[in-house]
């Protein structure tokens, strides 16, 4: 029983340490640029703001953008078709 605890309470720990990095990651794409910067650093914005997803809406061309993965999604499947096709 005391392992299955210590063997549960390492994961989370573990869990913890993996996971982190990707929470501060998002909670720092509400920032501002100038709280980014900021020192020492928090970790929930002080003013949570969407202006960096709108400046990356607006410098990217989504048609493009998806267009290329429709592209790439297609030959992919094709080609693992006709490989998977000759095996079977």
């Known amino acids: 029983m005391i ?13 913890g340490v993996v996971v982190t990095p990707f929470g501060w990651t998002v909670l720092s794409s509400f920032k501002p640029e100038q ?7 928090t970790f929930l914005p002080d003013r949570p703001t969407l ?4 400046e990356l809406l607006d410098r990217m061309d989504l048609l493009t953008v998806f267009l290329n993965s429709v592209v790439v999604a297609s030959v992919i499947v094709l080609a693992n078709i006709l490989f998977c096709s000759m095996v079977a």
């Open 3 to 15: 392992r299955r605890v210590v063997l549960y309470v390492l994961l989370t720990l573990g869990l």
């Open 35 to 41: 709280e980014i910067r900021s020192s020492p650093p």
């Open 51 to 54: 202006v960096g997803y709108r």
